[in-house]
């Protein structure tokens, strides 16, 4: 007999649960969780939550909590513009961080390759895959790159995540049109993106695997330490440890090595301030 898909439910979540004080979220979407549905058959209560693999959080600057955005995911899928909106190398970077801390397979997106020209999107891509990130760039109204993307999402749990306007969630409509994902144009006044997708949503795909569709973020602050923040710089790892002084920041330290390699254009300059604004802001 054909049972067809799960139907789902509706559960609350036991009050036990409410002791963590460290995050803004309890249950994000892609926890797994062990139910109580004896009392209905469409409705329950979460019991507890089973241990986090993987996960994409942040720091909320309201309240300094944790906001687990997904988590047990296999891959962040970075979706960023050229043009409409403009390409912002330090979120990207930021976004990159959290994949890192988060135990999380980074893939970067670039999107509406129609808007722009191939120079502007070669010198990012030349970039990215330089520090071993793979790079897809993708056009909806030429269908550019969705077979790539099709092929990547196969039996992983994929999250996509971005600045507002940047085309996550017509991605998504191009290769599932069957969903029906809202979308939404750029403000012609402040050529940022108008948030559509309201809520993070997980989709199972038909070939196996799920995708996670995210509001769009113009902040993201990593979970991250200034201690750390070096490592998660993948250029910056064949210097760690040569800086003359312990505990080196590589902002304003004499005889740094990180400095060094950026002064002899072995770490790209955009890079290094990318790290530098991060690093102020932790």
């Known amino acids: 007999m054909d049972v067809g898909e799960p139907k789902p439910r509706l559960c609350h979540i036991r009050a ?15 926890d797994q969780v062990e ?4 009392a209905s058959e469409n409705a329950g209560w979460i019991l507890r939550m089973l241990p986090r693999h993987t996960k994409l959080s942040r720091i909320q600057s309201s309240d300094s909590l944790e906001q687990v955005l997904v988590s047990n995911a296999d891959t962040v899928l970075i979706v960023a513009s050229m043009r409409k909106p403009p390409f912002r190398s ?20 670039l999107s509406k390759a129609d808007l722009s020209i191939p120079e502007e999107i070669a010198s990012v891509k030349n970039l990215y ?38 085309g996550k969630s017509s991605l998504i409509n191009a290769l599932f049109p069957q969903w029906k994902i809202r979308t ?6 402040s ?3 108008r948030h559509i997708t309201r809520l993070s949503e997980m989709f199972p795909i038909p070939s196996g695997g799920f995708i996670v569709d995210t509001p769009g973020i ?37 005889n740094c090595a990180i400095i060094a390699a950026v ?20």
């Open 184 to 189: 939404g144009d750029v403000s012609g006044k």
């Open 16 to 30: 036990n649960l409410f002791h963590e004080d460290s995050q803004k979220n309890i249950i994000a979407v892609g």
């Open 191 to 193: 050529g940022k993106g």
């Open 218 to 254: 113009r902040e993201m602050q990593p979970v991250v330490s200034p201690e750390e923040l070096d490592s998660k710089f993948v250029e910056f790892l064949p210097y760690l440890g040569q800086c003359r002084f312990k505990g080196c920041t590589h902002r304003h330290e004499p």
């Open 90 to 109: 330090r979120l990207v970077d930021r976004f990159i961080v959290a994949g890192i801390c988060g135990g999380l397979e980074t893939v970067l997106i």
């Open 263 to 282: 002064d002899s254009e072995k770490i790209t300059e955009k890079r290094y301030e990318s790290y530098c604004a991060l690093y102020e802001s932790l």
């Open 129 to 166: 895959v330089s520090l071993g990130y793979t790079v897809l760039v993708t056009s909806v109204p030429e269908s550019r790159g969705l077979d790539s993307l099709s092929e990547l999402l196969k039996n992983n749990t994929s999250v996509l995540c971005g600045h507002s306007g940047v």
């Open 35 to 38: 139910i109580d549905t004896a």
